[in-house]
């Protein structure tokens, strides 16, 4: 049977709660990458070529692998399939032409309703989450969802789900799955103005 894992270690730390709600963007953290984690990035390195400015790779990422790079805090190898990022910069230049910005596009379609619910702008609660399937999902294998977790509040960059974030995936997905989170640095978001991290869940 397995077991959930929120990948804590007594190293990292839990976002404060003031953090955690603060609504201004955060600013970036230094990039700094330890030896292990380069050790790990060459150890299993799939197949990669470019579309457009987007770094894909040819081959899904195992799903062990894929753990231990999330454990590891190092986030350089994965990516979508060249199919999938295709995809995901034709429907970017659709959104585009019709709504401006990605952003207004979510704020005006897909999240209109969760975004006019109200919430208590100090507190962060599991119900200031909402999850969407990713439709333009991370090459990961062994039948991982890749799932958007879009929050009310703003969320600090990084590996570590607040505990929320934590009660809100357990409610979704339950206890007896494995699952991985995180925000990507603010340079990487694809909606730096709506706050969401990613899930990955493997039944």
């Given amino acids: 049977m397995s077991v959930p894992l929120t990948i804590s270690t007594a190293s990292q730390t839990k976002p404060s709660m003031a953090s955690a709600c603060s609504l201004l963007t955060p600013p970036e953290s230094p990039k700094l990458q330890t030896k292990a984690q380069q050790s790990l990035q060459s150890s299993h390195r799939p197949g990669r070529i470019f579309v457009g400015d987007h770094e894909c790779v040819t081959e899904p990422v195992p799903w062990t692998m894929f753990k231990q790079y999330i454990d590891a805090k190092t986030l350089d190898p994965l990516g979508r399939s060249p199919a999938t990022q295709t995809a995901y910069e034709a429907h970017k230049q659709r959104v585009k032409s019709e709504f401006g910005t990605m952003a207004e596009y979510l704020t005006k379609h897909s999240l209109r ?8 702008p100090e507190v962060l609660a599991a119900g200031d989450f909402t999850f969407r399937r990713n439709d333009f ?3 990961i294998g062994d039948g991982v969802e890749h799932w958007v977790l879009w ?5 600090q960059p990084g590996f570590v789900a607040p505990d929320e974030a934590v009660r809100a995936i357990e409610e979704r997905f339950g206890t007896e799955v494995e699952w991985r989170y995180f925000v990507n640095p603010v340079a990487k978001q694809s909606v730096p103005q709506l706050s969401h991290a990613h899930v990955f869940v493997h039944r």
């Fill in 113 to 120: 309703d969760f975004l006019a619910q109200p919430t208590d």
């Fill in 137 to 139: 999902p991370y090459s």
């Fill in 151 to 155: 929050c009310r509040k703003r969320l």
